[in-house]
């Protein structure tokens, strides 16, 4: 049964001539926000990197299963930073995608904070695999061997403001909708809007509370993401998500050292599929290393005071 509903939900998608292609979701999305935004680039004032690995809908054969790579660090003479995101693995039934892109923000000073103005250009290659045994096995539409629709130059821009305690952003990708041939029928890619925003407040010197928002947008469907974590000791943190009329999410993290961290997220589906699903693991891994400003001593000759 659980089997027949993601294929149901998949071929679904591709029984016509076009159909509209969400991408990936994550619960710990404050600690992947160079993937949706190209303007975080550079935004941490050091040499960042992350992974997050998703395995959504346990118990299903042929469920989501998504990890992607960035990193991203600041870049002086650019006025700005450089980044770069991968998505390492996303595969949905028999569908699997590979995305690459580089990112470029260009940052300046507001106030106590910074904003930044970024755009992001990639690659996104779509492919089906022929070795998926599904239900419907008359269907023509279905192949019956391994197909990858075309290549195409993926583009993306955004806005983000951060300080030490503020961070707000917007962004878009998939700007020019491709359409990807696969030769019997074809995909086509909405634009995503994605909006962003979180604030720390200290509770004590040793306990801070950062409430933070994701929204996503794709053709007619909207996703909101409501969370909150208590971090202690800047040592670990624990929290929650709500993700509307889908899941109530638990996660926890730890800073391994100043410089690493590691995050599980527990994904409880609260959507029709809860009778079938055992819930959804996220897992997470981050490195940053702050890049110290170097400060030149002015020396004053004392005749010219």
């Not at 980044?83 to 106590?112: H, M, P, W």
């Not at 022929?130 to 290549?151: E, H, L, M």
Request: a negative charge; proline letters at 4%.
């Amino acid at each position: 049964m659980k089997k027949f509903l993601l294929i149901a939900l998949v071929i679904t998608t591709v029984s016509g001539i076009s159909y509209a292609q969400q991408d990936p979701q994550f619960s710990q999305n404050m600690f992947n926000k160079l993937y949706s935004n190209p303007a975080v680039a550079g935004s941490n004032d050091g040499i960042c990197a992350s992974l997050l690995y998703r395995n959504q809908w346990t118990g299903f054969d042929g469920a989501p299963k998504t990890g992607v790579f960035g990193v991203d660090a600041p870049v002086n003479f650019l006025h700005g930073g450089l980044g770069v995101s991968v998505l390492v693995a996303d595969e949905l039934g028999f569908e699997k995608t590979f995305q690459a892109k580089l990112a470029y923000a260009f940052r300046f000073n507001i106030g106590s904070g910074n904003l930044a103005i970024g755009a992001d250009i990639g690659l996104l290659q779509k492919s089906i695999d022929g070795d998926f045994v599904a239900n419907d096995q008359g269907d023509p539409i279905i192949p019956t061997s391994g197909v990858s629709g075309n290549t195409y130059t993926d583009l993306g821009a955004g806005i983000y403001y951060n300080s030490d305690k503020l961070y707000l952003g917007a962004s878009a990708s998939h700007l020019a909708e491709p359409t990807i041939d696969y030769g019997d029928f074809t995909t086509q890619m909405d634009r995503h809007y994605y909006f962003t925003g979180g604030y720390r407040f200290d509770l004590s010197p040793a306990i801070s509370l950062t409430p933070s928002f994701f929204v996503k947008n794709a053709g007619d469907q909207t996703q909101a993401d409501i969370n909150a974590n208590l971090h202690f000791n800047n040592r670990f943190w624990i929290g929650g998500s709500y993700r509307l009329e889908d899941a109530i999410v638990i996660m926890a993290g730890l800073n391994i050292t100043p410089t690493l961290r590691l995050g599980y997220s527990y994904d409880m589906t609260t959507s029709e599929l809860q009778d079938y699903s055992s819930g959804t693991h996220e897992i997470m891994l981050g490195y940053c290393y702050k890049i110290k400003k170097k400060i030149t001593p002015i020396n004053r000759n004392v005749r010219f005071l």
